[in-house]
């Protein structure tokens, strides 16, 4: 079965760094784009980037462009989201989702949170 598995959130002060992963398995990898999501509390889910099957294309919200970057290692069946300058805002669950045979699949979501 599809699954997806998102790491590396955390508490992170304003200014900061951190990097998100997504491990996949269950469906063919290589040839689905991937996309990143978050959800803020009271807030409705976002789409923060996107990534086509190859890594060629990318797409981010108004909002983390020039701070977000998507990336992908299909060897590793992995997508990352490294975010920088990260401010209060962009406190959230942060989802990496796929569609397979026009199904959506969500990971569990991982918790970043930007606070002093």
């Known amino acids: 079965q599809v699954q997806l598995v998102e790491s590396g959130g955390g508490l992170v002060q304003p200014g900061g760094s951190l990097r998100l992963s997504c491990a996949a398995s269950g469906f063919p990898f290589s040839t689905s784009a991937m996309r990143w999501y978050r959800q803020a509390p009271g807030k409705e889910r976002e789409l923060v980037a996107g990534i086509s099957n190859a890594g060629g294309r990318t797409n981010y919200a108004d909002s983390v462009k020039g701070r977000f970057t998507i990336s992908r290692d299909n060897t590793k069946h992995t997508v990352y989201l490294q975010m920088n300058s990260l401010n209060p805002e962009d406190t959230a669950v942060y989802y990496c989702?796929?569609?397979?045979?026009?199904?959506?699949?969500w990971g569990q979501g991982t918790q970043v949170t930007v606070s002093s």
């Open positions: 989702s796929t569609q397979v045979f026009r199904t959506d699949y």
